[in-house]
């Protein structure tokens, strides 16, 4: 008696061009595709924000954020140096709670004129008063990341955080008689031996009311 084996057809998942493209940039890093999906970060508190402005939480108001999938608003704007990878909108490759503020990916391996950095330029939301700027990122690599951070008028710092770092800050004191924008530049400064490799995801300025 002859039987019938039925064999089940099986069909290969394929890669969305999002996802090829990460595994390129997974590989060029020497990481895994899994270490380059990320959540979306969480801003600081109200109480945190009062702290480094020194005032109440209550007087801490937002007013102005940055980010890949909105760059610019008015004459406030975001500029980038040297990123391997920029995505606007909702990165739909990620992990769960994905970022909606789309994603801007660097690493102190891949550059030619410029070291990685992140620029933002804009006016005062209320003259007179200490601004905030918080730029938010995700560490890819484990290790001791170094930014210089260049306020502009001002005078720059160079920091050094670890990998679990979700933001860095920079308080704006406004200079007297100046009224022209102002800027601050988040510059990775670790040597290309390093390879260390991380994602921005926006820019938020808040301001003491």
Known sequence: ????????????????????????????LGVTPRALQVSETPELTATTRGKLLGVPPRLVSTGLTLS???????????????????????????????????????????????????QVEFGLIEPGKKHLVELYL?????????FRVVPSPGSHKDISVGSSTKVLTEVIDPHPGYSGSYSVTFMQTNPKSQALSWYFHKVVVTVAG
């Open 68 to 118: 890949p999938s909105v760059p610019r608003k008015g004459d406030d704007a975001l500029e980038f140096f040297s990123p391997m990878m920029v995505q606007a909108g909702e990165v739909s490759w990620s992990s769960a709670g994905k970022p909606k503020t789309g994603l801007a990916l660097f690493s102190s391996k891949y550059w030619q004129i410029t070291q990685p950095t992140v």
């Open 138 to 146: 995700t560490c890819v690599q484990s290790g001791t990341y170094q």
């Open 1 to 28: 008696m002859a039987t019938t084996v039925r064999t089940r057809s099986t069909t290969a998942r394929r890669s969305t061009p999002e996802q090829e493209r990460l595994t390129k940039v997974a590989r060029a």
